[in-house]
């Protein structure tokens, strides 16, 4: 299993701020699949890779602690192969955590008795796994799944599909960082091949286009992220900068343009 921390140059603080603008980006996704999954009737539900919890403070406010608050007896857990990730959860939830349980494991080999959870869900979590790793982690996802229990890929993106004009030299950065630190780009494509042996299978698209309307706005803190991960070298910071004007300029121009496929399924034990 790769780790985005090994080689893209972000702190813990930096990686909680994207994990919660990546939630912006696919929250009317997660509406419809807590609705058609109906969220709030499950009774036990496992998180892969959590990372700082940004999604397991959604799911616990929303789902969790109304049931408990009912007096229903309802299980949360959040595991990631990061011990470091993990404490971001327990400084920033408080007592919120005292109802999540967190766990330092390893997906492929699931600390959890078989037929434990109602649903097994992720978020941008598969693309750091290799496809022989995220056939291993199906297998304990399936075994870990009470009959009629659902996985839930949320968000997986394809950066082998990703367009972006005009074309810029950041975009072969970004990738040539996230192949460094053992990212999979064509992870979304392999959505259909991971749910092949489940039941009810539903899988679609959950991104848009963005224009220049859309990065005009999100224009600062995507150049942030993007410096933050990239800009580890003067020389790099230099080009950096020449593009980033560059791209403003394209924006003003309205000449930007980019869809990345990121592609969500769930299907039923």
């Not at 790793?133 to 997986?156: P, S, Y």
Request: hydrophobic share 40%; aromatic share 10%.
């Amino acid at each position: 299993m790769a780790d985005p921390c090994s080689h893209l140059h972000a702190t813990t603080s930096i990686w909680h701020a994207r994990f919660k603008q990546q939630l912006e980006w696919t929250r009317s996704t997660r509406d419809f699949v807590y609705r058609r999954l109906n969220f709030s009737r499950c009774s036990s539900l496992l998180e892969l890779g959590c990372g700082t919890g940004a999604l397991l403070e959604e799911i616990a406010t929303r789902f969790v602690l109304p049931r408990l608050d009912e007096g229903k007896a309802t299980r949360l857990v959040g595991i990631d192969h990061n011990g470091e990730f993990l404490e971001e959860p327990r400084s920033i939830l408080g007592q919120i955590t005292r109802k999540i349980e967190l766990k330092e494991a390893d997906a492929q080999q699931l600390p959890f008795p078989d037929g434990s959870f109602d649903v097994v869900y992720c978020h941008y979590f598969l693309m750091w796994n290799h496809p022989a790793q995220r056939g291993t982690i199906l297998k304990e996802v399936r075994r870990v799944l009470r009959d009629g229990g659902w996985f839930v890929a949320l968000a997986e993106p394809d950066y082998q599909g990703w367009i972006l004009e005009p074309p810029t030299p950041v975009r072969e950065m970004l990738l040539a960082s996230l192949t460094l630190s053992g990212g999979d780009l064509a992870s979304g494509r392999r959505l259909a091949g991971d749910l092949a042996g489940f039941n009810d299978v539903t899988i679609d698209c959950c991104s848009k286009v963005w224009t220049s309307v859309e990065w005009r706005a999100a224009f600062d803190s995507e150049w942030r992220f993007f410096q933050n991960l990239l800009a580890h070298e003067k020389e790099t910071m230099a080009v950096l900068s020449r593009l980033k004007a560059e791209d403003k300029d394209s924006i003003e121009r309205g000449s930007k343009f980019s869809f990345l496929p990121v592609i969500f399924g769930f299907g039923r034990k």
